[in-house]
């Protein structure tokens, strides 16, 4: 038997703020340099991606993530510097809760049966 | 901005063993005395249900729910003590982690802005 959590940000009105998935999408931009590429390596549309990090930056009220256009290998994308630094914000107070349920799990059972 | 989280108890080939739907059903048996009663309340088939239920007894290992065939009521459905032992256990954990989650929550995000 083991725990499973999903542990996500949302607004007062239950609309995703920040996620997992959206962690992931601007690790892949951020490793990869595009929207488009990060996009594909997620399964994604990259009509999708860019909704997910407009919704993000809308309610979050900052730029998660910059373009530049143009140039011989298209458009790159970057991780702006608030985007950055939310995200190793959100990773910290995601480790830490994903470590405090472990414990609690093995507190409550202790030998990982019911 | 809130914090959100959905937190689950499986086996290791990822198949749910307990979750806050399945302790929905059974505190809904628990309150009236009857599975199918409490599938209609949850808004499920008795079919659904009662796979959700013989799908978590099989995983944990003892039954949760014990049925009476007959009557002039028609047959009733009642919590056995372990599963109602385990249904605190549970609740237990999940308050705990919940109160962890969000503590740490006010710990990294103290006036809920990103």
């Given at each position: 038997m083991r725990v499973k959590s999903k542990i996500w940000l949302e607004t007062?009105?239950?609309?995703?703020?920040?996620?997992d998935g959206r962690r992931d999408l601007l690790r892949a931009i951020e490793e990869l340099g595009s929207i488009h590429r990060a996009a594909q390596q997620m399964g994604m549309s990259y009509r999708a991606a860019w909704g997910k990090i407009k919704a993000s930056e809308e309610r979050l009220g900052f730029h998660l993530v910059a373009t530049s256009a143009g140039g011989p290998r298209g458009g790159g994308a970057v991780l702006t510097e608030e985007g950055r630094s939310f995200l190793d914000k959100y990773e910290k107070f995601k480790a830490e809760a994903n470590t405090a349920v472990d414990a609690l799990f093995r507190s409550h059972f202790p030998d990982g049966r019911p």
């Open positions: 007062e009105d239950q609309k995703i703020i920040f996620s």
